[in-house]
């Protein structure tokens, strides 16, 4: 079985490739029935029952993961055309706001809402968190992006959950850009032999290397990178970066390591162009959503 064509095309218009998707919603179902079937809703539910449900927001937040949704009611049995979408990914929702409408047979609807739940509350929670440090950051002209600090098989959905909150995807994955990190730099013999290497190998990838100190950053400057990320630097080393940057109008810097919200405004001020945040997806909390079987 595939993904029907409206769910694909959904899930696809997010960014989101359908096939990954499907992976992570058929893993999530076959976890929930690897020790057997559902014998507490074959008990309770009447056979040709059906049912009308409503998903519902318990706190406030951002919403995101929407298509993930309809693609877990596809997988489990439930006509996705049933359901009628009335929330909106990256929009805000506050404690009542009904986001999702289902009316399906009852026995399939309650095999399907722990995972359908899962997904929206794990989602919803990166979108939550990101927008925090998009709030926080507005008006710096820094952006806050993601990293590849990400749950095991989920990638695509929680970088598209940080795409919801406002935030920036770093690289997707090892092939569509080029990270130069210390231990890179102890492979190649330096920062200016990695990027050379890495330039060498592949000339047209993006290109980003990591500095532990000044004396990198003006190593990776002069061999022409354009991109340095700032690990775990002091906003007087920040700064100081920053100024060692503007004599090169191509290059942009990043600092990362260890940051948290409160600092977050402080580091921008620096004059770094992003700020990386693994505890995007690796740290949020999920936001708290219910379904429930409405009367009647």
Not at 116 to 139: C, K, Q
Request: glycine share 10%; aromatic share 2%; net charge negative.
């Amino acid at each position: 079985m595939t993904l029907r064509p409206a769910v694909r095309r959904q899930l696809a218009a997010a960014g989101i490739e359908p096939e990954a998707a499907e992976r992570a919603v058929r893993a999530a179902l076959d976890e929930d029935l690897h020790y057997g079937p559902d014998h507490t809703t074959a008990a309770t539910a009447p056979s040709g029952a059906t049912a009308t449900a409503a998903v519902i927001a318990r706190q406030p937040g951002v919403l995101a993961g929407l298509p993930v949704a309809l693609a877990v009611l596809d997988v489990a049995g439930v006509d996705p055309d049933a359901a009628q979408v009335r929330g909106r990914d990256g929009g805000l929702v506050s404690p009542g706001t009904e986001v999702l409408r289902i009316q399906a047979p009852l026995r399939e609807l309650l095999g399907a809402e722990r995972t359908l739940l899962n997904f929206l509350t794990h989602l919803s929670g990166i979108a939550t968190v990101t927008r925090a440090w998009v709030d926080e950051l507005a008006g710096t002209g820094c952006v806050v992006r993601d990293t590849r600090k990400t749950t095991p098989g989920l990638r695509q959905l929680e970088k598209y959950a940080v795409r919801c909150g406002g935030g920036a995807n770093h690289r997707m994955g090892l092939g569509d850009a080029a990270l130069i990190k210390d231990n890179h730099v102890a492979a190649a013999g330096g920062v200016a032999a990695a990027i050379r290497a890495v330039r060498a190998a592949a000339p047209d990838l993006p290109l980003e290397v990591e500095c532990d100190d000044l004396d990198q950053v003006r190593e990776a400057l002069a061999t022409g990178a354009e991109l340095l990320l700032l690990d775990n630097m002091s906003l007087d080393d920040l700064r100081a970066a920053v100024a060692l940057a503007a004599g090169y109008k191509s290059a942009r810097l990043e600092a990362s390591g260890g940051l948290r919200l409160a600092c977050a405004r402080e580091v921008a001020q620096t004059g770094v162009d992003f700020i990386a945040v693994g505890a995007l997806t690796h740290s949020s909390p999920a936001l708290d959503l219910g379904l429930d079987v409405l009367p009647g």
